[in-house]
């Protein structure tokens, strides 16, 4: 058993996790999958012939149900539906005023849409289906959320409650409650209530890390109104990104799921909340299979925040990051492209009185590796103020390890946070393709730079070249190479022969141009 579990799980929660019929729903899904398998490949071919055997996977399913469950029916999700479904709730949102609908491309890229449900007087078009104003006094959204504690906190989405005036909580038995938002993170769109009662039945998180592409899993919610509604499918892919912020990856399930969905759990076969349902991938505005939970663990770690404090207080670093690419990786002799590359570091921040360097490159925090920026952002963002961290950095073909005391983020240190910048496209084989020229003050006016500019200026770019489709175009400043300063155009020309005498395919620059400080590769003819 995973050592760590324990973090995820509420001991005092009602769930069947312990039931001895919710541990022979596992192992009899295990045994219908593994005999729906070899009775697809054996009986497949005769199917066709003879019109009328039975599917395999039907067949496989009745075969491994056990008698005393069911002498004929097929697998089923009901008794783990049974126990989860009490603590999974809606919740209506009360709008006062004019009643408006944003447009959701403002939050969340298209045609990714996050969805609950618009509804009541003066309602019209659910959230994600269009920009829409009404006249009328009062509105209502719907959502859903699952009840985490017997003392009344319930978990929702940030856009399900946000700007309502009231928040009515109706459990499936019939009862009802007024909630209080105890507070809200609109960057990983967490919400948490709480209502004023006792002994309510609960769901358990589970740990969301043990998930595999292809298990099932089972969703919850409230789509269109229609409460208590489950679906059923398997965790598609893991980890992804769907353009909503730097502190979320996603599970993608394909579990259907639409608009009044939002908030609802998503749960592993087990009887654990795996994830939180959040948003759709939908051209027209409804299901078409392809959804997205925020992970328990995601949910879990501000849930605790906002318990306590109300707020959510991310760690603060003090960098500017970008994924290591093959091409980066090959120039500064890597053997792989994981890890996030400090492009710049801010003055006086955790990271520079530690002493972490522009050129580092970070391959793990706290003894756990580091795939890309993103990641790197969301590890440090979950820190607490004031604890040490102990990063890991590749510098001058040498492991180093640094140790920094994480900083509070706060509006002001938010554009200079370990936000990432958009990895490097894909190049073509071509020369270098620039024209250079020292910096002076001929060349710090004609391009509008700044006195404290480092670097030689590129002056025009072969638009056929590498260096253009990388980005390079006039203005920029080539700071380093290689790791190495560049202070004159001859700088240049050396480093790339010194790059290509060493049997490089491409060079590391660290270019400042209109976004900042950045590094790209060009590779070399």
């Known amino acids: 058993m995973n050592p760590n579990l324990q973090d995820f799980e509420d001991p005092t929660a009602k769930t069947a996790r312990g039931s001895p019929r919710l541990r022979a729903l596992k192992a009899m899904l295990a045994a219908t999958v593994l005999s729906a398998a070899v009775g697809g490949f054996l009986v497949g071919n005769n199917t066709a012939a003879q019109g009328a055997a039975p599917h395999p996977v039907a067949t496989a399913a009745a075969a491994a149900v056990p008698h005393e469950l069911n002498d004929a029916s097929p697998f089923s999700f009901a008794d783990l539906v049974e126990h989860v479904s009490p603590a999974v709730v809606t919740v209506v949102v009360e709008h006062m005023g004019a009643a408006q609908v944003a447009d ?32 009328a006094l009062r509105s209502e959204a719907r959502g859903a959320g699952f009840i985490i504690g017997d003392n009344g906190y319930i978990v929702t989405n940030n856009h399900v409650v946000d700007g309502g005036n009231k928040v009515t909580v109706k459990l499936p038995d019939g ?79 394909d579990a259907p799921i639409n608009q009044g969905n939002s908030g609802g759990p998503t749960f592993d076969i087990s009887g654990r909340v795996v994830g939180m349902n959040t948003a759709i991938y939908s051209p027209s505005g409804g299901s078409v299979g392809i959804g997205f939970a925020i ?30 690419t093959p091409d980066m990786a090959a120039s500064i002799g890597a053997s792989d492209a994981k890890g996030a590359i400090v492009a710049s570091v801010v003055d006086d921040s955790p990271a520079a009185k530690a002493g972490m360097r522009q050129g580092d490159v970070v391959v793990s925090l706290n003894g756990a590796g580091i795939s890309d920026s993103r990641e790197l952002t969301r590890k440090v963002a979950l820190l607490p103020a004031g604890t040490r961290a102990d990063f890991t950095v590749m510098r001058d073909g040498h492991k180093q390890n640094v140790s920094v005391t994480i900083g509070k983020r706060s509006d002001q240190t938010a554009s200079a946070d370990t936000g990432s910048r958009p990895d490097n ?83 590391l620059m660290l270019v400042n141009g209109s976004g900042g400080q950045h590094f790209l590769t060009v590779k070399l003819a």
């Open 104 to 135: 959701e491309s403002d939050e969340i890229p298209a045609p990714f849409r996050q969805f609950g449900q618009g509804q009541g007087q003066g309602q019209g078009l659910g959230r994600g289906q269009g920009r829409q104003r009404q006249p």
């Open 175 to 253: 009862r009802e409650f007024q909630a209080k938002v105890v507070g809200t993170d609109k960057d990983t769109d967490v919400a948490l209530l709480h209502v004023d009662a006792k002994n309510l039945p609960t769901v358990a998180f589970g740990d969301d890390r043990r998930v595999r592409v292809g298990d099932w899993v089972v969703a919850v919610g409230n789509p269109f109104g229609l409460g208590g509604t489950v679906t059923a499918g398997i965790v598609s892919s893991i980890g992804r990104d769907i353009g909503n912020g730097p502190y979320t990856d996603y599970l993608q399930i």
């Open 295 to 324: 992970p328990a663990s995601t949910v879990r770690a501000i849930v605790d925040q906002l318990k306590e404090h109300g707020s959510v207080a991310r760690g603060y670093l003090g960098v500017q990051i970008q994924s290591l």
């Open 425 to 507: 496209r894909q190049s073509s084989e071509s020369t270098l393709g620039m024209e250079l020229a020292p910096l002076n003050p001929e060349t710090r006016q004609d391009y509008r730079l700044g006195d404290n500019s480092k670097g030689v200026v590129v002056t025009s770019v072969d638009p056929d070249s590498d260096a253009a489709d990388k980005g390079l175009h006039s203005g920029d400043v080539i700071m380093s190479i290689g790791g190495k300063d560049v202070r004159a155009p001859a700088d240049v020309r050396k480093f790339v022969a010194d790059a290509k005498r060493a049997g490089r395919t491409s060079v």
